[in-house]
């Protein structure tokens, strides 16, 4: 027994626990991560949407909602409505976190997380509720087979100048002469007729 006992004398019990201080080092540091990890999904869910989804409704990627899947249009609008909102809203938060973190710099390890909790909270407050106005704003524009609810004016072009077609010119009509008009008295023209040469006998 008395042995026993002696292996435990030199023993530490504080050695099993870990150093707080490097446990608390190590939440502070993946505390101030888990702030920025959220708008930089966000960032890049919002690049997917606008240049990566397929350009047609699939149940595989994408943003899909029940009236952005009717038909092509509702799809596209969808997925660039989406990919603005999610885009910029992580760009935004990714900015504002940035410096709301920077003021966090001399508070204590309790604090610290608190602040980093409260701001996971807000970020997932607005994500929801841009995921609630994406569901919606499909809604608004489209029914449920894809048609749109208005249609869109058509734009109407400039009206071209009518070139005037020109005429074909008629041929010029010869004036026919005019016709000499009978003689009553046929002696009154004789003069301008030719007299017809008497015929002479031939020359022996």
């Known amino acids: 027994m008395d042995k ?14 870990p150093d707080l201080q490097k ?6 540091t993946w505390a101030g991560l ?19 989804t397929p350009k047609e409704a699939n149940h595989r990627t994408g943003f899909r909602t ?21 885009a910029g809203l992580g760009l935004i938060l990714l900015i504002v976190m940035l410096i ?3 003021s966090w710099g001399g508070l ?28 919606i704003v499909p809604a608004v524009f489209f029914k449920w087979n894809g048609e749109p609810r208005r249609e869109l004016p058509e734009r109407k072009m400039p009206a071209m100048p009518r ?4 005429r074909p010119q008629e041929p010029e009509k010869m004036e026919e002469p005019e016709a000499i008009p009978e003689a009553e008295n046929p002696e ?11 015929e002479q006998p031939p020359m022996e």
């Open 100 to 102: 709301w973190k920077a």
């Open 163 to 166: 070139q005037k077609k020109p």
């Open 34 to 52: 888990l702030v920025l990890v959220g708008p930089l999904v966000l960032l890049g869910v919002g690049l997917y949407y606008m240049f990566l």
């Open 66 to 86: 029940p009236f952005g899947m009717g038909s092509v249009s509702a799809w596209r609008f969808t997925q660039r409505i989406a990919g603005l909102v999610y």
């Open 108 to 135: 204590d390890i309790i604090p610290y997380v608190t602040k980093a909790v409260t701001a996971l909270i807000v970020q997932g407050v607005l994500v929801a509720l841009a995921w609630l106005g994406l569901n």
């Open 4 to 17: 026993l006992l002696s292996l435990f004398d030199n023993f530490d019990l504080a050695k099993l626990l």
């Open 188 to 198: 009154e023209y004789a003069y301008f007729q030719e007299e017809t040469p008497e």
């Open 23 to 28: 446990v608390f080092s190590d939440i502070r």
